[in-house]
């Protein structure tokens, strides 16, 4: 059975801090990604990685960066977080293969910059 | 860009009744296109999918239909029940890509 966790469910931050975000696989998937989730706009893809140290930009990379050092773990980085970046934050992970891959997703976690 | 609509945003039926939830793609090259139930307070989850080589695909209470010619897709529930209340998301990807592209979400609510 496939997991994907996340480190936190919820989490309250201050504007400028710098947030991390983790999340982990155990399925040895090659593809790991980043959504966030906001009320009538679905979920959106922050970024992607289809292989340790590899990441690629998602449709709305800015104010993030992710870091992949491990093939199981894909972080998520707000460098300086922002009030427009309180979200809930989805992350999941494929096999490789590209499209027509099922995505599995962790539970999220629900992020509140003040 | 790549661009998938959803529609209804919200859609309320009764017990017993049928939903029906309709997705638009545009980029022509998408062949594999999930759908994902996302239960309150959940994780989203695979519920069905259909690969472009197929127009229908059926599992139980659930159907999801694909017409390649209009670019769209469709879900339908039948004989719904109070436990199918959740959010549902299509989406569209295509070979060669890694990205999935979501649909804003349809809240359905099964009244009892």
């Known amino acids: 059975d496939v997991k994907v966790t996340q480190s936190s469910r919820y989490l309250v931050k201050r504007t400028g801090e710098k947030v991390f975000l983790e999340c982990v696989q155990d399925?040895?998937?090659?593809?790991m990604f980043w959504y966030r989730q906001d009320p009538g706009l679905g979920l959106r893809l922050i970024y992607f990685s289809y292989d340790v140290k590899m990441k690629e930009k998602g449709d709305i990379p800015e104010g993030y960066s992710v870091s992949r050092e491990k093939k199981e773990r894909f972080s998520l980085i707000l460098e300086s977080a922002s009030t427009n970046q309180t979200s809930m934050y989805l992350c999941?992970?494929?096999?490789?293969?590209?499209?027509?891959?099922?995505?599995?997703f962790g539970p999220g976690t629900r992020l509140l910059v003040l | 860009g790549e661009n998938v609509e959803q529609h209804p945003s919200t859609l309320s039926v009764q017990e017993g009744d049928s939903a029906v939830i309709k997705c638009t793609y545009s980029?022509?090259?998408?062949?594999?296109f999930p759908w994902y139930k996302q239960e309150l307070g959940k994780r989203p989850q695979l519920i069905i999918d259909?690969?472009?080589?197929?127009g229908e695909k059926k599992d139980q209470r659930i159907a999801v239909t694909l017409n390649k010619t209009a670019k769209h897709f469709s879900l339908h529930i039948t004989e719904t029940q109070p436990e199918d209340s959740a959010v549902y998301f299509c989406?569209?990807?295509?070979?060669?890509?890694?990205?999935?592209?979501f649909g804003a979400g349809t809240r359905l609510f099964v009244k009892a």
């Open positions: 999941a992970s494929s096999p490789a293969g590209g499209a027509g891959e099922t995505q599995y």
């Open positions: 259909i690969r472009s080589n197929v």
């Open positions: 399925m040895d998937h090659e593809n």
């Open positions: 980029d022509s090259a998408s062949n594999y």
């Open positions: 989406a569209a990807s295509k070979t060669g890509g890694f990205k999935i592209i």
